[in-house]
């Protein structure tokens, strides 16, 4: 497992990491992007990976005769504007 001892000392706000270390994140939800980009940030090498083939989790919109359905939380227009701005700093797709 990869812990804060692996990892070193966590860098201020927009210091890179001393040392940047190859760092797996478990699952593409918001929660594994936002690892992703928060390690990014601090300049180390995370990859992600997701069981299902795309990204977003539970914030999946599902196609259903014709109209779109999903959870009422995931599509509030503060969640939605987050996590398009999210996916596009990574370069991964996900549609709301």
Not at 3 to 9: D, I, M, P, S
Not at 37 to 53: F, P, S, T
Not at 81 to 95: Q, V
Request: charged share 20%; aromatic share 4%; hydrophobic share 40%.
């Amino acid at each position: 497992m990869f812990g804060a001892k692996r990892l070193g000392a966590q860098p201020g706000p927009g210091e890179l990491a001393v040392s940047p270390q190859r760092v797996l994140v478990l699952g593409a939800g918001m929660a594994g992007l936002t690892a992703a980009l928060a390690l990014r940030r601090r300049g180390h090498d995370g990859q992600v990976i997701e069981r299902q083939n795309r990204v977003g989790a539970r914030l999946l919109s599902t196609p259903l005769k014709g109209e779109r359905y999903s959870e009422a939380a995931a599509t509030s227009a503060p969640t939605c504007r987050w996590c398009s701005a999210t996916c596009a700093r990574l370069r991964c797709r996900w549609e709301a």
